[in-house]
T-cell receptor, first 111, second 114 residues
Framework: RKEVEQDPGPFNVPEGATVAFNCTYS??????FFWYRQDCRKEPKLLMSVYSSGNEDGRFTAQLNRASQYISLLIRDSKLSDSATYLCVPPASGSARQLTFGSGTQLTVLP | DARVTQTPRDKVTEMGQEVTMRCQPILGHNTVFWYRQTMMQGLELLAY????????DSGMPKDRFSAEMPDATLATLKIQPSEPRDSAVYFC????????????FGPGTRLTVL
């Protein structure tokens, strides 16, 4: 099993829809994780950093499911500007130091 | 607004040539990362420095790649000789050790090796 796995998509959703992405990871005792967004031909930018089992920031909710070893990102009331690739950095332990990114999930919000 | 800067932004070169990419981390950040991104492989970690010391460069092809931090304001990634398969976007990122795994990325260097 790969250290980090993400569904590449693409996810095409209408404006206003709710969409969720998952990111599975290997064993880790850590609870901190991150979601980044990357616009086309741009650098990744930090979207959410979470140091517990979950966090909510406006329309975005990030959660950790330790039993099933995945993290999720939920976007409510999606906007056209949410169109991007979403990269996860799941919990990591030891020397991994949260260096590994998922391959990204592509989201397109349609008018 | 503090940012990571990278130069050059674009580089086109011929196979066999030396390529040097530079990165200026955010002032005060003591961790620096080099990542390579391609469509096929996604973001791959090449090297990681803390307080200018290399901590992990296991992702880097040692025979042709080298990464250094001559001082706290400059990180370099060198490829010699370059090959077409090195074509990718190379991102530098920096972080503060007290900020967990948060990373701030530079705009990247888009490298094309012909």
């Amino acid at each position: 099993r790969k250290e980090v796995e993400q569904d590449p998509g693409p996810f095409n959703v209408p404006e206003g829809a709710t969409v969720a992405f998952n990111c599975t990871y290997s064993n880790s005792a850590s609870q901190s994780f991150f979601w980044y967004r990357q616009d086309c031909r741009k650098e990744p930018k930090l979207l959410m950093s979470v140091y517990s089992s979950g966090n909510e920031d406006g329309r975005f909710t990030a959660q950790l499911n330790r039993a099933s070893q995945y993290i999720s990102l939920l976007i409510r009331d999606s906007k056209l500007s949410d169109s991007a690739t979403y990269l996860c950095v799941p919990p990591a332990s030891g020397s991994a130091r949260q260096l590994t990114f998922g391959s990204g999930t592509q989201l397109t919000v349609l008018p | 607004d503090a940012r990571v800067t990278q130069t050059p932004r674009d580089k086109v070169t011929e196979m066999g040539q030396e390529v040097t990419m530079r990165c200026q981390p955010i002032l005060g950040h003591n961790t620096v990362f080099w990542y390579r991104q391609t469509m096929m492989q996604g973001l791959e970690l090449l090297a990681y420095f803390r307080n200018r010391a290399p901590l992990d460069d296991s992702g880097m092809p040692k025979d042709r790649f080298s990464a250094e931090m001559p001082d706290a304001t400059l990180a370099t990634l060198k490829i010699q000789p370059s090959e077409p398969r090195d074509s990718a976007v190379y991102f530098c990122a920096s972080g503060a050790s007290g900020a967990g795994g948060k990373k701030f990325f530079g705009p990247g260097t888009r490298l094309t090796v012909l």
